[in-house]
């Protein structure tokens, strides 16, 4: 069992950086994929990045390449987002997720966090 937690949402204008931050309880968060999914209202959950065990190997979607950044900390059970350039587009709540094997799909993660709103003003 993992529980999540993120934090470090909030109102920015656009051009403007976030760090969100998604702390994890339990003594097994090293063993786990971790990955980053947002919401907009009225559209479906979308992949925004994941990030292996170790943090070797990460993974974005096109849509936030060269803007957001995945990294992990497994010494403090925490995995980060950290969002450059934003723009009002990239307003959505965002949750972070945990998983077995490295996958795009939300369906494919087995626990997760109760999300943080981001919105990215004009």
């Known amino acids: 069992q993992v529980q999540l937690v993120e934090s470090g949402g909030g109102l920015v204008q656009a051009g403007g950086s976030l760090r969100l931050s998604c702390a994890a309880s339990?003594?097994?968060?090293?063993?786990?994929?971790m990955g980053w999914f947002r919401q907009a209202p009225g559209k479906e959950r979308e992949f925004v990045s994941a990030?292996?065990?170790?943090?070797?190997?990460?993974y974005s979607a096109d849509s936030v390449k060269g803007r957001f950044t995945i990294s992990r900390d497994n010494a403090k059970n925490t995995v980060y987002l950290q969002m450059n350039s934003l723009k009002p587009e990239d307003t959505a709540v965002y949750y972070c997720?945990?998983?077995?094997?490295?996958?795009?799909?939300?369906?494919?993660?087995?626990?997760w966090g109760q999300g943080t709103q981001v919105t990215v003003s004009s």
């Open positions: 990030i292996s065990r170790s943090g070797g190997s990460t």
């Open positions: 339990g003594r097994t968060f090293s063993s786990y994929v």
């Open positions: 997720a945990a998983a077995q094997l490295v996958r795009r799909g939300p369906e494919n993660y087995d626990y």
